[in-house]
């Protein structure tokens, strides 16, 4: 009988991919689009083996994952998670996940993987069915126990074996037959628990090959895999029987080095280092060479989980980049560069916990009419929503200049923008009697977020979830220069228009392309760069600046809005040139969203 592998994906492309690559291995495919469909067709006709999507709307695969590992008939079925993102491999793996495979998807990957995983299941049956023998076999034979001896004690060893091989299979890499990263959590709480009690010293190192993915790409996958045999080799041929070496994944390894020295740890990753600098690898009648580049954490009592120890390698990793790509760089909490980091270290945690427990804050800022009131009628108010951190450790909030710098750097800002589209929505829809006191409230989305293929339908989804109209929400688009696809982001802006939301470009005049980008997005608002104002009055290049920006958003018939409005001298010329909004301290200072903050702001008189 084949075995079913269920695909969960919302995405057609991909499901055909994957169904093509399965279908080769004699499988029968099921296809679930979204997370609640799978899990239905789960409780119905359970299949052997589910690759799931992380990222899809309504039900996303972590959650799909978490159920099923809560339900007993389905706690062990075999899920490997299917993303395009690094940060997700980790809570993968922490709500259930058995594998992963890398987006974008590479066939012999997935028939890697699949293969390594419908194996491990095939085993597992074995071992359960020879169990199953087994003590029915005990039974019948009691009376015969003298006869049956032998055999018996052939069928345990057997069980044994599948016992032992089952094991091999759940600690080691498929790839290198290394330790893979679960055993190597394992070992480091361990070593933690060791220091911990007894202050045994211990260092981790992690090693990232610098050209891995350059020969994986250009060579093949096979010639990838070889190349991480070859360098586990090489790696291990420098270590002693008191280093635990594994494969943590990717083109990335780790040590745990139990030598008695950090010095000694300094020593084995400058050996290391020597072996790769004679090393080349040899493919298809070509040379590589492949440098490595080496971060060294000692152990410490501030460290208490293997996550955090990853974490801390990356920074050291990262900085050594950033300060000319040094290869061996170490972790020292007595230098000042560690202690002006340390709060760093953290931030990924801190960041994946306040999204998950909703430790961001809504604040809101008016964005004031410049235009004539001589009646001072209380029109409905524009504001843009702006997110904040709660620090509940010392009760104080944190601004994004503080947090947005880690959250970009681990590829956050997206899920941050989603929170944001979200509890936004949610007090809209909790008070529904300030609608008529609200025009529109702006929310800030980066240029990652805009590049994700599901935005435009979460929007929907979300608009809809909380009953809302689309024209209460304007979305501000930052980080313009950093779009990879002008194309694709200018139809998905189209997209968003045409569910009703309006559109602002966010931070105008900055950044080489900023003009071009009015011929090729399409937008309903300008908001120009506040680096201008602030200075207009005294410095004229940047108040012509403001003015050729507003010139060209009258021909286009397009309102302007001024932010870092801080004096009214500023909001009065703002005015004089045709701004027709301005947003500032002199205006209003962020505050908390709620709804006597929107009460009082809509009594406020627009004046300037």
């Not at 023998?133 to 345990?156: G, H, M, P, S, W």
């Not at 990232?208 to 790409?217: Q, S």
């Not at 339908?457 to 929400?473: D, E, F, G, R, T």
Request: charged share 25%.
């Amino acid at each position: 009988m084949s075995l079913k592998v269920l695909v969960v994906d919302d995405t057609p492309d991909n499901i055909d991919i994957l169904r093509r690559v399965v279908s080769t291995l004699d499988c029968t495919v099921l296809v679930a689009t979204s997370g609640e469909r799978a899990l239905s067709l789960i409780n119905k006709n359970p299949p052997d083996l589910v690759l799931l999507d992380v990222m899809m709307p309504g039900i996303d695969g972590f959650e799909v994952c978490t159920q099923l590992r809560q339900n007993p008939k389905t706690a062990d079925l075999p899920i490997i998670f299917v993303t395009g993102r690094q940060d997700d491999i980790s809570l993968g793996f922490s709500v259930g996940g058995n594998d992963y495979i890398t987006k974008p998807i590479n066939t012999d990957e997935v028939v890697a993987r699949v293969k390594h995983q419908l194996e491990r299941l095939s085993l597992l049956r074995e071992m359960q069915a020879l169990n199953n023998e087994l003590e029915q076999k005990v039974r019948d034979r009691t009376a015969k126990l003298a006869v049956a001896n032998q055999q018996l004690r052939e069928e345990i060893n057997e069980r044994r074996y599948m016992q032992d091989r089952l094991r091999y299979l759940a600690e080691h890499d498929f790839v290198t037959r290394l330790y893979n990263r679960n055993a190597l959590d394992a070992h480091i709480a361990d070593t933690i628990e060791a220091f911990q009690l007894r202050s045994q010293p211990a260092n981790f190192l992690q090693i990232d090959l610098d050209r891995f993915r350059l020969i994986n790409e250009s060579c093949g996958c096979i010639a990838g895999d070889e190349l991480l045999k070859e360098c586990g080799e090489l790696i291990a041929n420098c270590l002693t029987k008191d280093d635990f070496f594994a494969r943590i994944g990717g083109d990335r390894f780790a040590i745990v080095s139990n030598r008695q020295s950090n010095q000694a740890a300094q020593s084995l990753a400058h050996l290391i280092y020597q072996q790769f600098s004679e090393f080349s690898f040899e493919w298809d009648e070509r040379s590589f060479n492949v440098g490595v580049s080496i971060a060294i954490v000692p152990f410490n009592l501030d460290i208490y989980s293997f996550d955090q120890l990853l974490i801390m390698a990356d920074e050291v990793m990262y900085l050594a980049k950033k300060e000319g790509g040094k290869a061996i760089s170490t972790y020292n909490e007595n230098t000042p560069l560690a202690v002006v980091n340390r709060t760093r270290i953290n931030w990924a945690l801190r960041l994946v916990d306040a999204l998950k427990f909703n430790h961001f804050r809504i604040f809101v800022q008016k964005i004031n009419s410049l235009k004539d009131n001589p009646l001072g009628l209380h029109e409905p108010i524009k504001m843009e929503a702006l997110v904040r951190l709660y620090d509940a450790s010392n009760d104080q909030i944190l601004t994004p200049d503080q947090f947005m710098p880690s959250a970009e750097r681990f590829h956050l800002t997206p899920s941050i923008d989603r929170w944001m589209i979200e509890h936004v929505c949610l007090f809209l829809h909790d008070h529904p009697s300030l609608h008529q006191q609200i025009s529109s409230i702006s929310i800030n989305l980066s240029a990652l977020t805009l590049g994700e293929p599901d935005l435009c339908q979460y929007i929907a989804s979300v608009l809809k979830k909380y009953q809302l109209p689309a024209k209460l929400l304007v979305f501000e688009i930052t980080e313009t220069e950093r779009f990879v696809n002008i194309e694709s982001a200018a139809n998905m802006l189209l997209d968003i228009s045409h569910l009703g939301c309006q559109i602002s470009i966010d931070d105008f005049g900055s950044g080489y392309a900023s003009f071009n980008y009015l011929r090729e997005l399409p937008f309903d608002q300008i908001k120009i760069d506040g680096v201008f104002i602030r200075d207009m009055e005294h410095i004229e290049a940047n108040y012509e600046m403001v003015r050729s920006i507003v010139d060209i958003a009258a021909k286009l018939n397009k309102p302007v809005v001024a932010e870092f409005v801080e004096r009214e001298s500023i909001a009065t010329l703002l005015k004089s040139i045709g701004v027709h909004w301005g947003q500032g301290y002199h205006f209003h200072r962020p505050e908390l969203l709620t709804p006597a903050c929107i009460e009082r702001l809509s009594q406020i008189k627009e004046v300037v």
